[in-house]
């Protein structure tokens, strides 16, 4: 069987930059997303770079369960080990949640949360056999706080935070590793279509490149959890002494502001 590197949420944003930097390491890459003409142009970014380079694209809509087995097969049947697991796919909504669309919430549940418990059960399981393997779930600083006016968002990745943090430690004493990745808010489309505003007037906005380097950087150390961002860090350390309302209150006043 062929190694390769499974990323979802490839066409665009974290999850492309995740697929340009796998590719550059020398690695055959899937790339899944539900954009067709987007995987063709970052296919044909790729190859324009390393012509030598595989590179395997799959359509499918991640908020819609029966297609998770078509993305096992289709690798399957390719005679690929996923040795290398990223799941990147996911999107967000900020307003109140009265009026959220409840099925565009359901929607942020299947491709945050089932579809990354989805692939990295199914794909541990030759990890194992193969004693190597890597996966990086793609969380956010969302997932360690609850969060008033983005509350479907934030309990994604809380949901995200805690089964890849346990997964992690069944790993522990095996050679596959799970890291738990906390990026900030950074340079993304995600942004505006959650129809959050972050303007970064007070410092240099992080892009989705460097959040890739530096989670490929932890995923290869073999760490199992990394907040991104000096101020992210602590800001989760001081939160550790302040009560659950105080929490609430300050991330309500925060995204209020913004919606």
Do not use: W
Not at 78 to 94: M, P, Q, R
Not at 130 to 156: K, R
Not at 183 to 189: M, T
């Amino acid at each position: 069987m062929k190694k390769a590197t499974l990323i979802t949420g490839a066409g665009s944003g974290l999850g492309k930059e995740f697929a340009l930097l796998y590719a550059s390491k020398g690695n055959s890459v899937v790339l899944v997303d539900i954009n067709g003409e987007a995987l063709a142009s970052v296919k044909e970014e790729i190859q324009k770079k390393d012509p030598n380079i595989e590179v395997f694209t799959f359509i499918a809509d991640l908020s819609k369960e029966e297609t998770y087995d078509g993305v096992l097969a289709f690798t399957k049947e390719n005679g690929l080990f996923i040795n290398n697991l990223v799941n990147c796919a996911g999107f967000g909504d900020c307003k109140d949640f009265k009026d959220m669309e409840v099925y565009k919430q359901i929607a942020m549940t299947n491709v945050c949360c089932n579809a990354l418990l989805y692939f990295s059960r199914v794909y541990l399981d030759d990890m194992l056999a193969n004693d190597e393997g890597h996966i990086i779930n793609v969380c956010s600083i969302a997932g360690l706080y609850p969060g008033p006016y983005m509350c479907t968002y934030h309990a994604v990745k809380g949901y995200v935070y805690n089964l890849s943090s346990a997964i992690s430690f069944e790993l522990r004493n095996t050679n596959v590793k799970c890291l738990t990745l906390c990026p900030g808010p950074f340079n993304s489309k995600f942004v505006a279509e959650a129809h959050n505003d972050f303007t970064f007037k007070k410092k240099k906005p992080i892009e989705a490149k460097e959040v890739a380097q530096i989670g490929y950087a932890q995923s290869m150390k073999g760490n199992d959890f990394y907040i991104i961002g000096k101020g992210n860090r602590f800001q989760y350390f001081m939160s550790r002494f302040v009560t659950r309302k105080t929490l609430l209150k300050t991330s309500a006043k925060n995204l209020k502001a913004k919606i």
